[in-house]
């Protein structure tokens, strides 16, 4: 037996307004009102003991007005601009959720990596998200925060070929690595003879550890966004090692542009956010 205690709304007068040609107001115009005063459809189903087929014929294509105290702070701001988005058909992407942070939030330059920083903290992108949940809720709603690969007009495709990129991608990179291992394997050299199963133990761990180092170092000088350090002090730092291994630790390595110390002025742009984004390299021109 369900023990929950049900919702109940008490429709006084300043829930509903008068109406200024009858006493009381009808069953629809109060399922009318209530949705425009921001009452979602499983709220007033409770309260009326009404179908929600009927509240929704009744307040299809009614705009739900603003509250009457405006959002003032930046949080307040960003929640209302995000919740339409976050409870429509596309839902709200990461990068949509992130420009409305850019702008309510505010960015500064940064002159190191020639970069807009948002002033918005992962903090931020939480609590947004938390409260926009809560509305959705309390509205009947459901709000949705796809991810950004997502093609939102066809979800389950998108996902379903994302899958198997992935897929595809694994094969090609386990073959990278087989081919890598069958021209570099560490050899199993013993003194003398048979190995002993310890020296053949310890020679399958070796190999086990340098197909893992293998396969992640692959990946960091194929895909950079993986790695925390520029590709080129990878790569800069196997040469010297290479060439210590091979006793030649007086070959010149390849030089590193080192970015620590340079400065970028302030690019002008009519959009920070945007700038930010080409910065990244997330824009491309088609061919």
């Known amino acids: 037996m369900n023990n929950a205690i049900p919702f109940t709304l008490h429709l006084t007068p300043g ?15 109060q399922i009318v009102e209530l949705h425009r005063q921001g009452f979602g459809r499983r709220k007033i189903m409770l309260a009326l003991n009404v179908k929600e087929s009927h509240v929704r014929r009744l307040t299809k294509g ?9 959002a003032t702070s930046p949080f307040d701001r960003a929640v209302k601009l995000c919740y339409p988005l976050a409870v429509g058909r596309h839902g709200l992407k990461d990068y949509q959720l992130r420009d ?43 709000a ?3 991810m950004d690969w997502f093609d939102t007009s066809s979800p389950k495709e998108s996902n379903r070929q994302i899958r198997q990129c992935a897929l595809n991608l694994a094969e090609r990179v386990q073959e990278a690595i087989d081919d890598y291992m069958q021209a570099c394997r560490v050899k199993l050299v013993t003194e003398e003879g048979t190995p002993t199963e310890q020296e053949a133990n310890l ?12 396969r992640l170092h692959i990946l960091k000088l194929a895909i950079p966004e993986l790695g925390a350090e520029p590709v ?56």
């Open 100 to 142: 409305i942070l850019f702008r309510v939030y505010g960015s500064t330059w940064n002159t190191a990596t020639g970069k807009y920083d948002g002033l918005y903290t992962d903090d931020h992108i939480y609590r947004v998200r938390k409260r926009i949940r809560e509305l959705a809720a309390e509205k009947g709603e459901t």
């Open 62 to 70: 009614v705009v739900v007005e603003d509250a009457d105290s405006p």
């Open 15 to 29: 829930t509903i307004a008068a109406n200024q040609d009858s006493a009381e107001p009808t069953l629809d115009e």
């Open 144 to 146: 949705v925060f796809p």
């Open 203 to 214: 020679h399958r761990v070796e190999v086990a550890k340098q197909v893992a180092a293998a």
């Open 232 to 287: 080129s002090n990878l790569i800069e730092r196997a040469e010297q090692q290479a060439n210590a291994l091979a006793r030649t630790p007086d070959l010149e390595a390849p030089e590193v542009k080192r970015s620590e110390a340079e400065h970028h002025p302030q690019a002008i742009g009519n959009n920070p956010f945007l700038d930010y984004v080409e910065s990244q390299g997330w824009l491309f021109s088609e061919a």
